[in-house]
């Protein structure tokens, strides 16, 4: 019986050869969830190792734009058709790691209807004038993104950022 078992194993080990069966990535899971022939629809382009490719585009409306390592739209990348793409592999060696003001931005993306969601300017940085789309009320804030207080103005009026 060990040496049938064994033969088993010695088998299966010559069956896969010396790749490894990996589970699929994030990138596979959803380029291959996007169903067969949907005309118009975004489908995510991973590399050999399965990571999201820095630039994606859009078959239908050709527009590219650059992402992160986990698949997010890094903003200010999005180019229309015809015009040069932002090169995605590297800036400066690097694609820059999300500011404060982004990942902010990016959670408040999943809160329920009304939430405050902040503002960034292209370099990541919170504007001066944060503004919330449900109350339409305008406030200052600190490079940090902290409320300065007596700053706030109702729907309408004038900002004094």
Request: net charge negative.
């Amino acid at each position: 019986m060990a040496i049938l078992t064994i033969i088993l194993l010695v088998s299966t080990a010559f069956a896969l050869g010396d790749t490894m069966i990996r589970p699929k990535t994030p990138c596979e899971d959803a380029r291959d969830a996007v169903p067969y022939g949907l005309v118009g629809a975004y489908i995510p382009t991973c590399d050999a190792a399965g990571r999201y490719t820095p630039e994606q585009c859009s078959g239908s409306t050709g527009y590219c734009w650059c992402v992160t390592s986990s698949g997010q739209k890094i903003p200010g990348t999005e180019t229309p058709p015809g015009t040069a793409p932002v090169i995605c592999s590297t800036q400066n060696g690097t694609i820059r790691p999300k500011t404060p003001c982004e990942d902010a931005r990016d959670a408040a993306t999943h809160d329920p209807i009304g939430a405050y969601i902040p503002t960034c300017d292209a370099a990541g940085r919170y504007t001066p004038e944060q503004c919330s789309g449900s109350t339409g009320y305008c406030w200052c804030v600190t490079s940090t993104g902290q409320k300065i207080p007596g700053t706030e103005t109702p729907p309408g009026s004038a900002s004094n950022c």
